[in-house]
């Protein structure tokens, strides 16, 4: 009967052992461990920032949002959980929070409507699921993960997907559920000017907006068991057309996990993503390359990703992470066994 009291104690330890705090973190986020970590987690919540003076109480807001996702994460992977339980927990309460473009805080498409996409990948499987222009369910991850483990599909879109959350039992929501006079604003003033907004930085460093382009939620995390996993979750962008679908629900474009590379999220312009296979792409290059996971990251987000256009995170089996991007900032956040637990919004100056 002591079993339970040791496994708590260590468990204790391990959660203590992670919660040594810095302000700030490096861009890159890289450590340069010759060891494999045990495990280790990356969190993103979107590449479109707000703007530098918003002043330290909104900035608090998010950083406080990134650390209790980033603590979610970490505990379940300290207490010996698989890599997907924790980015799918990580993603889901993420997309609860309205601060978000993704479930709760969703972004307006032309009609005034949400349609959600979001995806979940594991890298030893490498098996998938991801749901594309769903409405009115309240966590697209989690549908994403029955699709995953419970269909022999992959991608489900629409109606169909809609259908199948009722069938699953998955919660749905009215439309309004998404409703946020943040995003609301964003999207009356895009439909006025005709535009659709990127939710990333390419705009004007004195753009007013920019307050409210925070786009995207994702993770990266690495289990005990030497295996990566992806999710990925956003309401797309603003005054985006309906049907039209991004870049973080197709796999190997916005999200991709393999175990002989590595596990990606990204966030920003999707039909950028889209045209760069981005996510692949930087498995590929370590597979087939050789490269190690920081090299190939920085090789795509610097070489094939136009500027401003967005940022990705990503882990490898040995747990090394990589938090690249392009913008002004990226809503992010690291942690692993070695004791590293950091969140940061701005490029390093
Ligand atoms: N990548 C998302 C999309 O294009 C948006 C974002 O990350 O801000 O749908």
């Known amino acids: 009967m002591t079993f339970p009291i040791i496994r708590n104690a260590v468990i204790a330890a391990l959660l ?15 450590g340069t461990a010759a060891h494999r970590k045990e495990w ?31 603590t979610i994460g970490r505990n379940v992977l300290a207490a010996g959980g ?3 339980d924790a980015v799918e927990a990580v993603v ?10 993704a479930g709760r805080g969703a972004a307006y498409n032309r009609d005034g409507m949400h349609e959600l996409d979001a995806a979940i990948m594991v890298g030893d499987t490498k098996k998938s699921g991801a749901v594309a222009a769903v409405r009115e369910v309240r ?13 022999m599909h992959s991608l489900m879109a629409g109606r169909g997907a809609e259908e199948l959350a009722d069938t699953a039992g998955i919660e749905r929501v009215p439309d309004d559920y998404f409703h ?31 307050d409210n382009r925070m786009g995207t939620v994702g993770a990266v995390a690495l289990d005990r068991f030497g295996n990566v996993a992806a999710a990925t979750s956003t309401g797309g962008l603003t005054n985006k057309l309906p049907g039209r679908v991004g870049d973080s629900p197709l796999i190997g474009i916005g999200t991709y996990a393999d175990n002989a590379s ?23 290059l370590m597979e087939l390359k050789g490269e190690s996971l920081d090299t190939a990251v920085t090789t795509v987000v610097d070489t094939k990703l136009r500027q401003g256009t967005g ?22 956040g690291a942690a692993d066994s070695d004791g590293r637990f950091e969140t940061a919004i701005w490029a390093k100056e």
Request: charge should be negative; include cysteine.
């Open 139 to 151: 966590n697209p991850i989690t549908l994403a993960r029955f699709v995953m483990d419970s269909t």
């Open 180 to 210: 946020t006079s943040m995003r609301e604003e964003r999207w009356l003033e895009e439909n006025g000017r005709g535009t659709v907004s990127a939710e990333a930085g390419e705009v004007e460093p004195d753009d007013a907006s920019l």
């Open 82 to 84: 698989t890599s997907v």
């Open 16 to 30: 203590l052992g992670g919660c040594a705090k810095a302000p700030t973190m490096d861009q890159n986020g890289n």
């Open 262 to 284: 590595c596990a990606v999220s990204c966030t920003g312009h999707g039909e950028e993503f889209i045209r760069q296979t981005v996510a692949f792409r930087i498995a590929a």
């Open 311 to 332: 940022g990705v995170i990503a882990v490898d089996a040995k747990g090394n992470l990589s938090l690249e991007f392009n913008t002004r900032g990226m809503y992010r």
């Open 40 to 70: 280790a987690i990356a969190i993103h919540g979107g590449s479109g920032t707000m703007r530098r003076d918003a002043g330290p109480e909104r900035e608090r807001e998010y950083l406080d949002a990134l650390d209790s996702a980033l």
């Open 92 to 101: 889901r309460h993420m997309e609860d929070n309205p601060l978000f473009n």
